[in-house]
């Protein structure tokens, strides 16, 4: 099992930058796919982002490719996702997720564990 914080949200100008992070608790970090999901007022939770637990592949949901970056540092059982070119319609509560040992996934199904979410919310 493991526990997953979010951390890094916070209030930036359209076209600004901001980087989440999600630190994970114990000792298989290493073996989960990692996912970021964000959800907007009203509306359903959306796939942002995913990382195999190698690092060695990442999937990025049409809306924020080539502007978002997700990595991670499975020394320090962390995720990041790096937001730039932030725009409004990116304002939403951003949850990072985990799965053991499973391929990349983009549906929220696809994921047992869950942060509790930190709010992202850009300015135009």
């Known amino acids: 099992q493991v526990q997953l914080v979010e951390s890094g949200g916070g209030l930036v100008q359209a076209g600004g930058s901001l980087r989440l992070s999600c630190a994970a608790s114990?000792?298989?970090?290493?073996?989960?796919?990692m996912g970021w999901f964000r959800q907007a007022p009203g509306k359903e939770r959306e796939f942002v982002g995913a990382?195999?637990?190698?690092?060695?592949?990442?999937r990025y949901a049409d809306s924020v490719k080539g502007r978002f970056t997700i990595s991670r540092d499975n020394a320090k059982n962390t995720v990041y996702l790096q937001m730039n070119m932030l725009k409004p319609e990116d304002t939403a509560v951003y949850y990072c997720?985990?799965?053991?040992?499973?391929?990349?996934?983009?549906?929220?199904?696809?994921?047992?564990?869950w942060g509790q979410g930190t709010q992202v919310t850009v300015s135009s």
């Open positions: 114990g000792r298989t970090f290493s073996t989960y796919t």
């Open positions: 997720a985990g799965n053991h040992l499973s391929p990349l996934t983009t549906v929220v199904g696809g994921y047992d564990y």
């Open positions: 990382i195999n637990w190698r690092g060695a592949s990442t």
